[in-house]
């Protein structure tokens, strides 16, 4: 047997089913038309949001990172509960200007942004994270073909990494950002040529369930903020302290504590150095907010055994939980918090495993899981599905298709 | 320096560049608007299935499993090619139906099959695979509600494996198929209550490029469709023996040899046990006839160093190419083939890092690859782009689109 995640808490139970806003499972999936189907709950990201907002400085503003969830109304949703938006491509640019964000509230990362992603922010008013001295020249180049200031941030690759964090995005070298050591030449002379000088955005990792890893990187990105700024003589009136907030998706994994977090930010923004005074500080979190707040809900289509082993075989699949199928980024597959939505009442009385419905054996949902036992039509509970599932998912594998999308 | 991949034999150069079907990259990319872009050769296809039909026996049908890629003017081309078509799911059928395929010629494999699916594919008379007592059942219900004798074939799960191949998708427990000790009892059912019997489907695994492991599969697969057949006393008129046929991804991999493997085949046809001697054989492969044939090609939008690495940032990546990046099913990541298609004439000269555009560290498409200096605006090729690129990659990922595809 292997264990599951620890279910977030935010769903409960009613009639013996899972329980997403208030409606089960079953209620949910015949609303949608079918399944597959991701549920995401207004009532969690809210909560969330307010755990967060609690235990922060108020002056610190919160960005959603949209790449966690692009989905339509879940994005115009965050647009009242977040003080930002950041986003890594034009076509996110795109989609962030229909969900009714204002270009100023925005800023675009990103290694490998193209001319035209450039030439668009710029006349936009987007805030641009340079990520390299060409593309600051382009950057440049374009406010002065448009006449504009350009709103320029420099995305710093730093020399330290955030500790115990998913994926490093600093620490040596990088496709990320600028080097530390050339950073302040070139905000030096961003400022010297008459742009919009926004300050600096340093992302150092994510998935980061440690919060001494976090308050010892935060520390880190204040101290090199402030001597950047110095360095360069340039004030800073912007930083983006990147994310790293980690959500629990496998067994053992403890929430983060948040409050520890916001402890020490407060004490560092009680004492910080002279140049940062005025700073506008930022965290960009995408997965933290959105990501425990989803569901993915499919149906069991089959029920087999196979050598002694029995298998529950959804409708869906890695072609929508490329992640939870342990395919994505991982080395060593874990099982994702899952339950038997319809049996959420029932204590678990077997071992399965549970699959997607493509020909390849990577489709698993969970290894040697203990659940109630569960027949065709009953409904699987994918949890930890509200960030980097949909969107981050090859939907077209296979020809299953795209799941359905709700915000409850 | 870490190796690249073998470059496959079907491309040559053309005014310095990477030619494709007779044209360079920079005049395909012109033709399809941008980048990034898939390009799929149709001489490559074709002369790869001249040299199949060549090494093996007539006798063998040749099946394409459109998994592998389902672009509609490429399913379109192979249906002239091959003898049949294997797909996995109710939207590949829609796909195979728009692109002029016939139910007859097509097969339907898929641990995780509908009902819906079932009733619609005994309705039109595709071969169904079945791959549980439970969808038997189901089949036959359908069959019943039409009037019609469904064709249906028993997905055989086998107490052997592909050695050496990619994915084992035989030996032991398995969501795929029906148990050896299981299938005569259901085959036997099949053919007394009046199904349409096509015999059996034996897939034991992917991706092999050992030919001795191939034709030791082939016999072991012949073997036991002999012996199920015996048993259940039915006869064996179709047999599909899976496919496995591997293309070199790595450096170090080899070609297959399916001259040994077409003349042990040969052999086995020269002396087939009396039950299977009137049976139609098939091969069904997907990668093998079109994964070679697809370039991706890429533009490269930045060139930037970071702690002394040379980083060539390009407008693709694992969006299109999940499995190039290394995160699809993969261990430890290896460089497929990549090469700066617009200096596919110049010496390697310098060791780069060229990743794609997303703010990913796990967005690479060839690490500590030795090249020609390429500068921002070259091109960047990646081969063995023909199967499981486009369509199993997550192309919303990050709102940076789908690549443009083309057959030519």
């Known amino acids: 047997m292997k264990p599951l995640g620890p279910i977030p808490p ?50 610190l503003r919160l960005h959603y990172a949209m790449k966690a969830n692009p989905y339509r109304p879940l994005l115009e949703f965050m647009a009242d509960l977040v003080d930002g938006l950041d986003i890594a491509s034009g076509g996110e640019f795109e989609q962030a200007r229909e969900a009714g964000y204002l270009p100023r509230e925005i800023s675009f990362a990103g290694p490998g942004k193209r001319e035209r992603e450039v030439f668009a922010a710029v006349r936009a008013g987007v805030t641009l994270n340079l990520e390299s001295e060409g593309e600051a020249e382009r ?19 730093p020399s330290f990494e955030l500790r115990g964090s ?17 950073v302040p030449v070139l905000a030096r002379k961003l400022v010297d040529e008459g742009a919009n000088w926004r300050g600096f955005h340093i992302y150092s990792g994510s998935q980061a369930l440690d919060a001494e890893a976090l308050i010892e990187t935060q520390a880190n990105v204040l101290a090199l903020a402030a001597r950047l700024g ?22 053992r994994d403890s929430a983060l504590d948040i409050a520890a977090i916001g402890r020490a930010l407060q004490e560092r923004f009680a004492d910080l150095p002279e140049n940062l005074r005025e700073t506008e ?39 929508h939980q490329l992640a939870a199928s342990g395919n994505f980024g991982t080395v060593v597959r874990r099982n994702y918090p ?18 997607g419905c493509l020909c390849t054996p990577l489709d698993r949902l969970a290894d040697e899981a203990c659940v109630p036992q569960a027949e ?7 949890f930890c599905a509200g960030a980097y599932g949909a969107s981050a ?8 298709g795209s799941a359905h999308e709700m915000l409850v």
């Open 10 to 59: 935010y769903f409960e139970e009613l009639h013996g089913e899972l329980a997403i806003g208030g409606r089960t499972a079953s209620a949910l999936v015949k609303e949608a038309g079918d399944t597959p189907l991701f549920v995401y709950s207004r009532d969690a990201i809210t909560r969330r949001m307010a755990e967060l907002r609690a235990a922060m400085p108020d002056r």
């Open 139 to 157: 950057a440049l180049e374009a406010g002065k073909t448009l006449g504009i200031a350009p709103r320029l941030a420099i995305r710093v690759n």
């Open 166 to 182: 998913g994926m490093k995005m600093g620490g040596g070298a990088k496709p990320f950002g600028i080097d530390e050591d050339r």
């Open 281 to 319: 500080f930022a965290l960009e979190l995408g997965r933290y907010l959105v990501g425990e707040a989803g569901v993915y809900l499919t149906r069991i289509v089959e029920r087999k055994v196979s050598h002694g082993l029995t298998y529950l075989i959804t409708d869906g699949g890695l072609h």
């Open 338 to 355: 899952v339950a038997i939505a319809t049996r959420f009442a029932e204590e678990p009385s077997e071992e399965v495993n549970i699959v």
């Open 393 to 400: 998912s090859p939907s077209a594998f296979l020809g299953q």
């Open 230 to 251: 110095k360095e360069a003589e340039v004030p800073v009136p912007h930083l983006n302290m990147g994310g790293g907030f980690g959500i629990p998706y496998f067994d």
């Open 376 to 382: 065709i039509g009953d409904l699987v509970a994918v």
